[in-house]
């Protein structure tokens, strides 16, 4: 509290709480505070601006109190020395004493003294250069609206009532929400709303993860990470870490019995990349020792004092837009696309726009960081792995050991999130275990921090796009030019994302022209990787983008402008197929009309027309998401137990959070004619999952469970002659008849679809957002949040409205929140932690959040008439970014500024309030 003084012992003596700031405590104590009064003539505000909306550090911090004498109409007099204070400005700047001396005794309500104090202070904030804070230019701009802020609130009715309402902060209601589906009850337990199997065990804490694994006399291992990026590595000193108490040996590159490399021949090209970097440390946080010691404390410990020594130290390629410069790029066949002449259809066109844009990485931010736990055995190795791809960890631990795959028996109860990196960069650590059990002849588990987490293992891509596009006169699409830049990391292995993104650019739009070329980026970043809905959620917001900036070069709503241009039956796609199934017409028309979005876009309107330094914006976008069931093989193992009739199940798919077992244990229970409660899932198993595929790319669930069906049909027709001469027997009496019978009980699928096109069918979705920004300081809120998805019929209403609500809330982080930032000299990554990365929190999610999935559309391509689900809800929060440049416009334009903005993502805080260009000039009381 202002003028609070702190008693300290033992010499009982009285300091100012600015005084207390440098006062050094050793053998000190605090004896007492002293907290002053004050009369009403005093005004306190305190402001607190954060990176997202709640349990954040302060960009900025500030606090004003002023004592004021309003005794004269039409004045504020300040009549005395104000105390302004602000955090996070530099190590030295607490009170902004000129500003202070320049307002003492005077009437704040002057305009000419207002812009007088704000020039003062606005010279007087000097914040000091900090790659891992927010720009000297925001925080100055900040502390000098915050400032404004106070002031409007002084002088109260003497400002414009459009101005006042800068005054305090952004007021969040209690959050609600509605969900809206359909069931069918003739077809139950598919279709119907149960919640999640697992739910009640993961929400008491009794749901066991790998992690939790504490076998006896397990040891711990944790990585040595190089602290340089783009230099040659001179020595490895270990001799502080192996005399740490607990420490049992350091592992380097030379104790690796197998081959130093993690990536297989034929698959996804990892060539080259070293499990334990040797002469090289292309990125800061690859791995160059793992530390075995006897706790994970000790372990981790002992990996800080490792000593890594570098030479020939390079400046580090971090971005899309380095690596252009340095003419860094992967030697990789990337797939262009061309279809007709789009460089002369948009030199043709009647409205054309040129630009670029830049999108951000994301992390995958998983409940369980990367683990794996491996057991020697006397012929090979038992492996417990945080693995969303058993067949690749497997090779992967088989490699690093110099063992046969028939020897590594990998198993998966459950996940907790995978979200993609748990596919391939769980490699690494599953390598490096196996080698350190291998080494030691013991049990090792290595559960990395998340520090380490986010340090070694890659992210979403980041991507820098360049364009070109243009219209006809009535606003039909001439053609679409587009230069696509992706960070792959340093290794290739990301590039097949890049080289995928033909498949997601046209979203649901025609074009009869189009030019786009790939590039897949090198950079001294980790290899980046898969990250919930690759490729389509930043392809989709490219087309997005591209179309926002042509319908405002033409004036026209958005909306209306891709409504002019969606794609109909028959229209090729940039992929090659031909558009059967598209309904995103009607779905679009449905969803705006449910959320009524015309009413609300006139009162957006009003609302910015009453305000000037709150805005408004609201945006649909839809989006179309390709459904490809190629090498989607899964092995499913269903046995009936006499004595009983239960039932175990293990299948190719890994539960990750997204409800795969309970859709199983639903398909199941329906093509059979049994309980639920018969039914027991069982981990998934690398000797009865073998060769299979990983668990993404959203198809997982649907071919497992059409695994499961052909299960259940060769179990039933085994069951039927038995069934058919006893019409009435009890499932139980039923099954030991057949055991009597010498039946086989148990049956075993592999799933191999052919379908006749790489394209099986289309998801389609509409989502409609609203927000609200304060313009000064860039904090914003989204209102109200509709989506309607076409998930088919559903075979779990529950799970999918989950889906469709977790994946919005993901995909709001990466527009909003989620920013990855390095170290421009050493490549560290710089938000490796919750300090400074921040995914959603509670009051991020949408305060109104309504969703629904489109009734009677089952879906004849599909498995039981049901469409996927995990990913393509995340691609549509899109639209929370073009409601936001919405609000942003609307301020910028009543500054007299009505050109085009360009904007990366994502939008946080600070490039909201940075976009809106707000001058001193345009802090004023009254226009």
């Not at 008693?7 to 207390?20: T, V």
Request: charged content about 20%.
């Amino acid at each position: 509290m202002a003028g609070t003084q702190l008693m300290i012992g033992p010499e009982n003596k009285l300091y100012s709480m600015e005084d207390f700031l440098t006062f050094d405590l050793k053998g000190k104590f605090i004896l007492q505070a002293h907290f002053p009064t004050y009369s009403d003539d005093y005004v306190f505000r305190t402001y607190k601006i954060m990176p997202r909306a709640t349990n954040a550090h302060a960009l900025v911090e500030a606090g004003f109190r002023a004592k004021l004498d309003k005794g004269q109409q039409g004045q504020v007099v300040i009549t005395e020395r104000p105390a302004l204070i602000f955090a996070n400005i530099n190590d030295e700047f607490v009170h902004a004493k000129a500003t202070e001396d320049f307002l003492t005794g005077k009437n704040i309500a002057d305009p000419q003294l207002l812009k007088g104090a704000l020039t003062t202070l606005q010279n007087e904030v000097q914040p000091k250069e900090d790659p891992a804070e927010a720009s000297v230019e925001y925080r100055r701009s900040l502390a000098v609206s915050l400032f404004y802020k106070f002031a409007l609130e002084l002088v109260g009715d003497l400002a414009d009532a459009r101005y006042k309402t800068a005054v305090g902060s952004l007021v969040r209601p209690v959050s609600s929400g509605s969900q809206s589906f359909e069931t069918k009850q003739e077809n139950w337990p598919i279709t119907q709303a149960i919640p999640k199997l697992e739910s009640m065990v993961q929400c008491t804490g009794e749901a066991k993860y790998i992690s939790d694994i504490e076998t006896e006399g397990i040891l711990r291992a944790a990585f040595v990470l190089t602290t340089q990026a783009n230099a040659s590595i001179y020595r490895l000193d270990a001799t502080a870490a192996m005399a740490l108490p607990g420490v049992l040996r350091v592992i380097t590159a030379s104790d690796v019995p197998g081959k130093n490399v993690i990536g297989t021949p034929g698959r996804t090209p990892i060539m080259g990349e070293e499990i334990l970097a040797t002469t090289q440390s292309y990125y800061a946080g690859q791995p160059v020792a793992i530390v075995v010691a006897v706790s994970r404390e000790m372990a981790e410990e002992g990996a800080k004092l490792v000593k890594v020594e570098y030479f020939n130290v390079q400046t580090p390629i971090l971005t899309c837009l380095d690596a252009i410069n340095s003419n860094s790029f992967h030697e990789t066949k990337m797939k262009d696309i061309n279809v007709g002449d789009a460089e002369v259809a948009v030199k043709n066109a009647a409205v054309s726009v040129e630009g670029s844009f830049e999108m951000g990485a994301q992390q995958h931010f998983h409940t369980e960081t990367m683990v794996t736990v491996c057991y020697p055995t006397e012929d090979g190795m038992n492996v417990e792995a945080g693995t969303q791809f058993i067949d690749g960890t497997q090779s992967a631990i088989a490699q690093a050991c110099g063992l046969g795959k028939n020897k590594i028996n990998v198993t998966v109860k459950r996940n907790g999130g995978g979200f993609g990196a748990k596919g391939s960069r769980i490699n690494i650590v599953a390598a490096a275990v196996g080698i350190a059990a291998f080494v030691m002849k013991r049990p090792v588990k290595m559960h990395q921090s998340l520090w380490d987490n986010f340090k070694l293992i890659g992210r979403r891509l980041p991507y820098l796009i360049k364009y070109k596009a243009g219209t006809d006169a009535a606003g039909k699409l001439a053609g679409i030019v587009l230069d696509v830049y992706g960070d792959c990391g340093y290794q290739p292995s990301a590039s097949v994302i890049v080289n995928g993104l033909p498949n997601w650019i046209d979203n649901i739009y025609f074009s009869p022209a189009w030019k786009v070329r790939l590039h897949a980026c090198k950079t001294n970043t980790p290899p980046n990787t898969h990250c919930r809905a690759p490729g389509s959620t930043e392809g989709i917001y490219m087309t997005e983008y591209v179309l926002q900036h042509l319908a405002y070069a033409s004036g026209k709503n958005p909306v209306d402008l891709k409504r002019q241009n969606f794609l109909k039956n028959g229209d090729n796609l940039l992929e090659g197929a031909t558009i059967k199934d598209c309904n995103i017409g009607p779905l679009t028309e449905q969803l705006m009309s449910s959320a009524s979005y015309n009413d609300r876009a006139v009162a957006v309107d009003q609302f910015n027309k009453d305000n000037r330094w709150r805005k408004r914006g609201i945006s649909v976008v839809p989006m179309r998401f390709a459904v490809h069931w190629r090498n989607g093989n899964y092995n499913c193992l269903v046995a009936i137990f006499h004595e009983g009739g239960t039932i175990a199940v293990t299948h190719g798919g890994i539960e990750l959070g997204q409800g795969i077992n309970t859709k199983v244990v639903q398909v199941i229970a329906y093509e059979l004619g049994v309980e639920m409660s018969r039914i027991q899932v069982q981990p998934t198993m690398a000797i009865t999952n073998a060769n299979a595929r990983g668990t993404y790319g959203s198809i997982s669930t649907e071919l497992v469970c059409l695994s499961a069906i052909e299960c259940c049909r060769q179990l039933n027709d085994r069951l039927k002659p038995v069934k058919d001469a006893n019409p009435n027997v009890k499932w139980e009496d039923l099954i030991e008849t057949c055991y009597k019978q010498g039946i086989d009980l148990s049956a075993r699928t592999w799933t191999n679809p052919k379908p006749e096109e790489p394209l099986v069918y289309n998801t389609y979705c509409a989502m409609c957002t609203e927000v609200e920004v304060d313009i000064l300081t860039g904090e914003s809120h989204v209102l109200r949040l509709d989506c309607l998805y076409d998930c088919g019929e559903s075979i779990s209403p529950y799970i999918d409205i989950g889906q469709v609500e977790g994946g919005t809330i993901m995909g709001l982080g990466y527009y909003m929140t989620e920013e990855v930032r390095f170290h421009p000299k050493t490549g560290q990554n710089l938000t490796f932690g919750t300090w400074k990365y921040k995914p959603p929190f509670a009051k991020d999610i949408p305060i109104d959040f309504r969703v629904a999935l489109l009734k009677n559309a089952p879906n004849p391509s599909g498995v039981l008439r049901s469409k996927l689900m995990q990913e393509p809800p995340l691609c549509a929060t899109a639209s929370v970014v073009f409601a936001l440049r919405q609000a942003i416009q609307a301020s910028r334009t009543e500054a007299g500024k009505n050109d085009w903005f360009p904007n990366d993502v994502p939008m946080t805080v600070e490039r909201v309030q940075q976009y809106a260009q707000t001058q001193l000039a345009d802090l004023v009381y009254k226009p």
